[in-house]
């Protein structure tokens, strides 16, 4: 952690200082907002968390109920989400709070009493070691938590405004010269009192409580982004509609802390047997745990009264699953009664489909605004986090002048895709999970499916398209392990200045700024002959850098650009003398070097060879999202140009 920057800190070092519109933020909801947030759910408070990144910019975000969220309904934090975690400053704090996954039992029925069960499996839940980081267990009141944290501690210093109720929104049509108004989107917000409890997750998404007042007011925003749930009146304002349907089967959920003879009730299992079936979810502090139960077969017209399932029956129906095993149910904190849902939105900003390309959206829709699944999978925060961390960034870098506002139109190109395939996903497992072993073609079919596909689930299966932020996989080949489009695997290298052994993408923050990582050839000289040098004076020099054409003139490159490079050679042969300077930039007020900026190889674990690197040297250029844009060789310096010069404006 940096933080002597601006001066000696004595405080805590996670407060950063307050900057742009953070020094005299108004406690008064505006009349006028650069974006106005609608929800603070997952994707609601990434998004606000990223935005209070940047200073220059006026977020707010409106939340109906009259305080934070008390009990929330999503709990499964997938390895990709803690990654993000770590971007945002509270990686360690979360997960030493955390029930941590590290396998999944499976029960069938007993071949020899099929009233009964036993355990036919233990599978691992990461069998490749495809993060550093855990599969985790935790409230989601407690992530919107640490997320509101971020954002208050940035130097925007946004906090939520409570007890506001989104009642619906106008955009403004352009004039007769084409042109709009600066705000063109007007929000009008209704005054609401009381707290709700309920978090809205993807298909049981409860009722807030709190009556309206009827005091209105309206707000006059240049963007707006709903993250208002599963019922979202944001995406009934842009007239997007919502595509699937019900799957007509029903589980009850359940908080629980009981006693049990059940010997696995602290593991993650599926649970299959003659009477139905259970995912069992050990949650956070050593007793709580979460039960899906099987409710069975839902009737067309049954018109949910399903719903209406009372929580003693649901315990019943867990006591029958689980025999001979009994539970003694002591205290239920949380329950609910839903039907499985699989639906996504047929766009998530407001520019109807046959209009894409033609205009500015100036509205987005995220997390279950726009896609509805079941919560068996774990999917429904992890992947509205992603949506709110994609969509933050960039209207970032528009509203301050970094790219132009076409990079908003990559937000449904790139979310909508990763949408579709989780419905997929989820609606295979959720059939798989519903099916006694019996009716399978294979009885293994769920614990294989599991293994199989434990990367979709994670977090790492999403890669996306070539577009103005993602290039070409020309060059792949010179950096196998860090695939165009897929999210950067941090590696184990040494940091230089003091030898400390690290993750180089732990480095990487939240903070807007893109990274260029530098994989060094095996050189060590400054001289002309080592193609690291020659890449970097470039770099630093050169009129067509990126540092010349994409940083304000008397700006510092390391607020837009995170320049970093790798050595081949163990941190005892780079000597900090002999490292080009635009790896130990100036930084804060007294022009500081950054000494953390330069690498080299952790003799035990070797990026270049882990990683696949070029041992002729290689850049990786990552979003600041984590996603790896491009790969070039360090030749390749008109095509890094070039593709910055797509990606953002000249300054």
């Known amino acids: 952690m940096q933080f002597h920057h601006y001066g000696y800190v004595s405080g805590d070092p996670r407060i950063q200082p307050a900057a742009g519109v953070g020094l005299d933020r108004p406690e008064e909801l505006p009349d006028e907002v650069d974006v106005l947030i609608v929800g603070s759910g997952p994707a609601g408070m990434v998004a606000a968390a990223q935005l209070a990144q940047f200073p220059g910019v006026t977020a707010r975000l409106v939340e109906r109920r009259g305080g934070r969220l008390e009990i929330g309904q999503a709990d499964g934090i997938q390895a990709r989400s803690v990654e993000t975690f770590q971007a945002f400053g509270f990686a360690e704090r979360i997960i030493a709070e955390a029930y941590r996954i590290t396998e999944m039992a499976f029960w069938k029925p007993d071949p020899e009493n099929h009233a009964n069960i036993r355990r036919a499996a233990v599978t691992p839940d990461d069998p490749t070691g495809i993060s550093e980081f855990p599969h985790l267990i935790v409230n989601q009141a407690r992530v919107l938590d640490y997320f509101a944290e971020y954002a208050r501690n940035s130097p925007g210093r946004l906090v939520p405004d409570y007890g506001w109720e989104f009642v619906g929104l106008e955009v403004a049509q352009p004039g007769a010269g084409g042109e709009l108004p600066e705000h063109p989107v007007t929000v009008t917000l209704e005054r609401a009192t009381g707290v709700g409890v309920g978090a809205g997750d993807a298909s049981h998404a409860a009722p807030l409580d709190g ?24 995406r009934e304002s842009i007239g997007a509609q919502h595509v699937g349907a019900q799957s007509f089967h029903a589980w009850g959920v359940m908080d629980t802390l009981a006693v049990t003879d059940f010997p696995d009730i602290r593991t993650k299992c599926s649970i299959q047997s003659e009477a139905g079936n259970i995912l069992l979810i050990p949650r956070e502090g050593g007793q709580l745990f979460r039960m899906y139960v099987d409710l069975g077969e839902v009737p067309e017209d049954d018109h949910g009264a399903v719903r209406r399932t009372t929580l003693d029956q649901v315990i019943a129906k867990a006591n029958d699953i689980l025999h001979p095993y009994s539970l003694d149910v002591r205290d239920v904190p949380w329950h609910s009664v839903y039907e499985v849902g699989h639906r996504v939105t047929d766009r998530f900003d407001d520019v109807p489909i046959e209009e ?5 959206p100036r509205v987005f829709i995220t997390g279950d605004a726009c896609h509805t699944h079941s919560a068996k999978a774990g999917q429904g925060m992890n992947v509205s986090m992603q949506d709110g961390w994609n969509i933050g960034w960039k209207l970032g870098h528009v509203l301050d002048g970094r790219a132009d506002s076409s990079l908003l139109e990559t937000y449904h190109s790139e979310r909508h895709v990763v949408a579709a395939e989780l419905i997929a996903f989820d609606r295979e497992w959720s059939r798989l999970m519903a099916t006694k072993p019996e009716d399978l073609g294979d009885p293994a079919e769920l614990e294989e499916f599991y293994v199989r596909t434990f990367e979709f689930p994670a977090g790492f299966m999403t890669q996306y398209e070539p577009s103005m932020i993602i290039g070409s996989q020309q060059h792949q080949g010179l950096a196998t392990g860090f695939p165009v489009g897929k999210r950067f695997k941090s590696a184990a290298v040494e940091r230089v200045c003091d030898g400390n052994p690290v993750h180089l993408g732990h480095h990487h923050r939240a903070d807007g700024r893109w990274r260029i990582y530098a994989f060094a050839d095996a050189g060590l000289s400054r001289a002309d002959d080592s193609a690291l040098a020659s890449w970097a004076g470039w770099l630093a020099e050169a009129s067509d850098s990126p540092l010349a054409a994409h940083v304000p003139d008397g700006g510092n490159f390391d607020d837009v650009f995170d320049v970093k490079v790798v050595y081949q050679q163990p941190h005892t042969e780079v000597d900090l003398g002999r490292v080009p300077r635009v790896f130990l930039p100036a930084t804060g007020p007294f022009g500081l070097t950054d000494y953390e900026k330069v690498y080299a190889t952790d003799p035990a674990h070797d990026v270049f060879e882990e990683r696949g690197l070029s ?16 790969v070039l060789p360090l030749s390749a310096t008109d095509e890094l140009a070039e593709f910055f010069r797509g990606a953002l404006l000249q300054r």
């Open 211 to 234: 009556e309206l007042t009827g005091e209105r007011r309206t707000v006059r925003a240049k963007y707006v982004v709903g993250a208002d749930g599963a019922r979202s009146r944001v």
């Open 615 to 630: 041992r002729d040297g290689v850049v990786v250029v990552v979003r600041p999202d984590h996603y790896v844009a491009q």
């Open 356 to 360: 894409q390309g033609t205009r500015t």
